[in-house]
C-alpha cells in the first residue's frame, strides 16, 4: 500500500524562513489547514529540538479550519559561510471518532496511516538598505535635536547673564561695610565672653575655697568630741582611784574605833 499524501495545506508549503540579525529571538509563522471532512491530528518535529521553540507542537485541527503554529529561532552566532541543516517534519494522521489520549494515538499508529510534509530552514540577513535608513534618519533627528537644544540652552544663557551680573554687582557692594562691621561686632563679643569667663572663674575659686575650710572644719569637729570623752573617762578614773585611799582610811578608823571602844568599856 502507497503512502498517504499530505491532507492539510502548508504556508509556506516547503521552507520556512528566519531574517536576521540572530542576536535575539527570530519568530516565524506556519499555518496549517484542513481543507477535509475529517478531523486531523498534527505534530510538527525537528532535527534541532534545542535551538527551536514551537508552539503549539501538536494537536487537533476540525475539517475546515486551520492552525497557526509559531516557530521561535533562539539567539546565535551566524556564520554566513555555514549553509543550514535544519529541517521541519509535520506529520498528521486523521483522528478517530472518540480520541482523548494523543500520545497513545501516535504510539499505535501504523505508518501507512501517517502523513507528513518537509519543510527546510532558511537564514536571512537584513539587506543593506534596511541597515541604513534607520540609524540615518535617527541620527539626523538627533542632530536636528541636538541643535535646537544648544539654541535653547544660548537663550537661556544669555537672559541669565544679566541677572548674575546684577547679583554679583550687589552681593559686592553690600559686603564690604557689612564686613567692617562684621570685624567691631565681633571683637565685642569676644571681649564679653572674656569677662564673663573671668568672672565664673573667681567665683569658682571662691566655692572652691569654702568648700575646703567646710571640709577642714567637719575633720576638727570629731577629733575634739572623742578628746572630751577620753578625757572625761581618764577624770572618773582618776576620781574613782583618789577616793579610794580615804575610803579605806574611814574603814579602818570605824573597826579601830569599834575596837578600842570595845576594850575599854
Partial sequence: MSKLDQVLVLDPPSDLRFKGPFTDVVT???????????RVCFKVKTTAPRRYCVRPN???????????????????DYDPNEKSKHKFMVQ??????????MDLLWKDAKPDDLMDSKLR?????????????????EGEWQKERGMVTDRQNDVEATKAA??????KADSTASTVPASASL?????KKVQDKCKRLQAEMSKLAEENRQLKEDIIRMRKVPRSDHMTSNSTSLLGREATTASLPSLLVVIAAIF???FLGKFIL
Fill in 92 to 101: 498528521t494522521i486523521f483522528a478517530p471518532p472518540n480520541v482523548s489520549d
Fill in 121 to 137: 530552514c532558511v537564514f536571512e540577513l537584513p539587506s543593506e538598505n534596511d541597515k541604513v535608513e534607520v540609524p540615518v534618519i
Fill in 28 to 38: 516565524t509563522n506556519l499555518k496549517l489547514k484542513n481543507p477535509s471532512d475529517r
Fill in 256 to 258: 579601830i574605833g569599834f
Fill in 162 to 167: 544679566p541677572m548674575m551680573n546684577s547679583a
Fill in 183 to 187: 570685624d567691631d561686632t565681633e571683637v
Fill in 58 to 76: 501538536s494537536g487537533v485541527i476540525d475539517a475546515g479550519a486551520a492552525v497557526n503554529i509559531s516557530v521561535m529561532l533562539q539567539p546565535f
